[in-house]
């Protein structure tokens, strides 16, 4: 059974960092991008950061760049999402999804998914 879990969300002050894990299972993990994804309380989900599957090539929305850092570790199926300066605008579930070795920027070709880790920013 394919099946994704993340961890790491909480609440954390703005300005703090947070890491965010993703543990696969059943599936080769080795030949899938991950990407994260975020949903915001009354906002559609975004597609936030992309690592394709050797973890040469990863991708990172506009607002992430130079805030958020991803990263992975096939011996371990997992993957790593890095948040720094986080604001109360980061807010949201975040999700980890998989495809088949590269990433893409269309979420409806995302296959497997997590049940998502709640982050939150608030002082």
């Known amino acids: 059974q394919r099946q994704l879990v993340e961890s790491g969300g909480g609440l954390v002050h703005p300005g703090g960092s947070l890491r965010l894990s993703c543990a696969a299972s059943g599936l080769i993990f080795d030949e899938h991008a991950i990407a994260w994804f975020r949903q915001a309380p009354g906002k559609e989900r975004e597609q936030i950061s992309c690592i394709g599957a050797t973890g040469k090539i990863t991708d990172y929305t506009d607002s992430m760049k130079g805030r958020f850092v991803i990263s992975r570790d096939n011996a371990k199926n997992a993957v790593y999402l890095q948040m720094n300066n986080l604001t109360p605008e980061d807010t949201a579930v975040y999700y980890c999804?998989?495809?088949?070795?590269?990433?893409?920027?269309?979420?409806?070709?995302?296959?497997?998914w997590g049940q998502g880790t709640q982050v939150t920013v608030s002082s």
């Open positions: 999804a998989t495809h088949y070795f590269f990433c893409s920027d269309l979420e409806s070709e995302y296959s497997d």
